[in-house]
């Protein structure tokens, strides 16, 4: 009985009672080859746009690896064809040929791999109308099945390429949430941002310096139902730009507003509520609106 061959390694089966003082050198031919199935890193070179992987019957081939570190020169995208169509296969990928790969075994899909790039595929040996399929392409993480894709991945790791966008009310942003990642609406971080956007400190009920101490603007609340107050303005850590809003809530007695820097002043009386004091060139405030009610 002659010998055979297993499926998809191409191991020799002695057949019975065949290779009588020989089968010890096909048994280590054979442990060989499962050696090499079972660790084994083949370096394959590349070049022109083809290239067929074969695995040989009883024979290290190139195939049987099961790494492939893939070099050479080839002259575009090269399309590795495994062979033969009827074996099934599994390979760890590292493609540093300078061009992208193109595995195929038959009709039923291919998988590419790009320059620089790692994969792990399989082949399911179904003849002309074999697969390869990606087994990295929707693995699940923790129970849960990861869906982004490499593109959107890439985009979270810094990827700098944009496009014009208007935002809506149902957009959401990735926003690290005390540690843990969420999408949130981008009404919540309007909301967020109008709270925060400067600070309201309690009303002022006497006479004094206001100093900002923080690049906020300032809504300052002052309560002049005790008597007249005289209130300085001090551009302290405001930014250029930004602003003080000086609101008197009460219609008795008279809001004083002083400037120590270049000491200008604007009284508020019965009649006016509102200050504006922009901060337009880091050291004075130039410009105030009054607004009358």
Do not use: C
């Amino acid at each position: 009985m002659a010998s055979t061959y297993t499926s998809n390694l191409g191991v020799e089966k002695i057949g019975a009672g065949e290779q009588a003082g020989t089968w010890g050198n096909t048994t280590n031919n054979n442990l060989d080859i499962l050696d090499r199935a079972i660790n084994g890193v083949g370096a394959i070179t590349l070049s022109g746009t083809t290239h067929t992987l074969t695995t040989s019957d009883g024979t290290l081939s190139e195939g049987g690896n099961k790494v492939l570190v893939l070099g050479g020169s080839p002259s575009g995208t090269n399309t590795i064809t495994i062979s033969p169509n009827d074996q099934d296969k599994m390979y760890f990928v590292h493609n540093n040929s300078g061009q992208t790969v193109t595995f195929t075994q038959g009709s039923g899909g291919n998988i590419s791999i790009p320059d620089g790039s790692k994969g792990l595929i399989f082949a399911d040996g179904a003849g002309s109308g074999a697969k390869v399929t990606d087994l990295l392409d929707g693995f699940a993480f923790g129970g849960t099945k990861v869906t982004s894709t490499a593109a959107e991945l890439n985009i979270m790791d810094g990827g700098t390429s944009a496009t014009s966008t208007t935002v809506a009310d149902a957009d959401r942003v990735v926003f690290n949430d005390a540690g843990t990642m969420k999408q949130v609406a981008v009404t919540d971080m309007s909301t967020y941002y109008n709270a925060n956007a400067f600070l309201v400190p309690s009303a002022i009920t006497s006479s004094g310096t206001l100093t900002p101490s923080a690049a906020k603007s300032i809504y300052q609340k002052v309560d002049t139902s005790g008597g007249n107050i005289t209130l300085t303005l001090a551009i302290g850590s405001l930014a250029i730009g930004q602003y003080i809003i000086v609101d008197k809530t009460s219609s008795s007695n008279t809001l004083t507003l002083a400037y120590p820097s270049n000491s200008q002043g604007v009284s508020l009386g019965n009649s006016v509520s509102f200050a504006i004091a922009i901060n337009q060139n880091g050291s004075i405030f130039t410009f105030v609106e009054s607004i009358k009610f």
